[in-house]
């Protein structure tokens, strides 16, 4: 499985922007897709996620209102739209695959980086004052 993430840029606060992560080896199935941020000198961060086949999402509280996250089966693509962009959202934005876990996965699993097998390469997003 090879996902490709793309979609960042240089936006000014107040902006919007919307990430794609296109997947390539296999269709989705059950898995549940997140979206991570990692800034300068900072860990990793969860940012959003869905369930792929249920269509539910989370979201990290300091997105939650601003960002959504949806699918697109045809193309096996995954969509973060950024809306109300901050200067705080500046980071390195990662997908990443869950693939057929096999079994439910909490909220805790779920925004937890090392649950996820698979990840993009990472686009940058750069919001500035």
């Known amino acids: 499985v090879q996902l490709q993430a793309s979609g960042g840029g240089l936006v000014q606060a107040g902006g919007s922007l919307r990430l794609s992560c296109a997947a390539s080896?296999?269709?989705?199935?059950?898995?549940?897709m997140g979206w991570f941020r990692q800034a300068p000198g900072k860990e990793r961060d969860f940012t959003a996620a869905l369930r792929w086949r249920e269509g539910s999402t989370f979201f990290a509280d300091s997105v939650k209102g601003r960002f959504t996250v949806s699918r697109d089966s045809a193309k096996n693509t995954v969509y973060l739209q950024m809306n109300r962009l901050k200067p705080e959202d500046t980071a390195v934005y990662y997908c990443?695959?869950?693939?057929?876990?096999?079994?439910?996965?909490?909220?805790?699993?779920?925004?937890?980086?090392?649950?996820?097998?698979?990840w993009g390469q990472g686009t940058q997003v750069t919001v500035s004052s």
């Open positions: 080896g296999r269709s989705f199935g059950s898995s549940i």
């Open positions: 990443a695959a869950l693939l057929d876990p096999g079994r439910w996965y909490n909220r805790q699993e779920v925004v937890d980086p090392g649950s996820y097998a698979y």
